[in-house]
């Protein structure tokens, strides 16, 4: 089975600035996806990014950007310019490409982010 | 757009009480999920609907049991409630197919049992 893990439980930055999160995984399947959510204190989940695994350019949304390093098995998220709307809790996910998968999504434990005026 | 929604958002049980949390897609999507949100474990996926008619277990199914109504309703039925039980539930849709197949959550409702 595959995991995700997220080891940094909280992070802080300040408005404007730059932070990384981080995100590993485990598969030992080569063809599948990974994706960033945001859970707000609303507690909404929203998809910020997703990354195809066979995609080799990393995927950027706005001030959202992905390292994607398929061999390291590491998928960390970049959020530049940060803003106070920021402030969420971030899940790392992967996803299957193929088989009887049907969407299933695996997360990680969660990363706290804070951004601080 | 309502898009997916959950119902009830909040809910006490006591232990041994039954309860069925309902949960609606209005994006015509083929596949549904049930997730639990735990402090420091992420979501888990409890149940999932491939397509209507179909369900099946995911990572974390003992104690609760669900029904695929319609192509647009997915329950989640807790027939006697546990304090292990206590904890957020979301309910999400997807297509179900293709590369770009994205899952959209509902609000999630919280549950705590006494």
């Known amino acids: 089975a595959q995991t995700v893990t997220q080891s940094q439980p909280e992070m802080s930055v300040q408005e404007a600035e730059t932070v990384t999160l981080s995100c590993t995984y485990d598969?030992?399947?080569?063809?599948?996806?990974l994706f960033w959510y945001k859970q707000p204190p609303s507690r909404q989940m929203i998809l910020v990014i997703r990354?195809?695994?066979?995609?080799?350019q990393n995927a950027t949304e706005n001030r959202f950007s992905v390292n994607f390093q398929k061999a390291a098995k590491s998928f960390s998220l970049k959020i530049s310019d940060s803003q106070l709307g920021d402030t969420a809790m971030y899940f790392c996910a992967f996803r299957f490409a193929g088989g009887t998968s049907y969407g299933k999504l695996t997360f990680g434990q969660g990363t706290i982010l804070t951004v601080h005026p | 757009n309502a898009g997916v929604t959950q119902t009830p958002k909040f809910q006490v049980l006591k232990t041994g009480q039954s309860m069925t949390l309902q949960c609606a897609q209005d994006?015509?999507?083929?596949?549904m999920y049930w997730y639990r949100q735990d402090p420091g474990m992420g979501l888990r996926l409890i149940y999932y609907?491939?397509?209507?008619?179909?369900?099946d277990k995911g990572e974390v199914p003992n104690g609760y049991n669900v029904s695929r109504l319609n192509k647009r309703e997915f329950s989640l039925r807790l027939e006697s409630a546990a304090p292990s039980q206590t904890s957020v539930y979301f309910c999400?849709?997807?297509?179900?197919?293709?590369?770009?197949?994205?899952?959209?959550f509902g609000p999630g409702t919280r549950l705590t049992v006494l």
């Open positions: 994006m015509n999507h083929n596949s």
């Open positions: 598969t030992s399947e080569s063809n599948y996806y």
């Open positions: 990354q195809e695994a066979y995609k080799q």
């Open positions: 999400a849709s997807s297509a179900g197919t293709g590369r770009k197949d994205t899952q959209y």
């Open positions: 609907s491939a397509s209507e008619g179909t369900t």
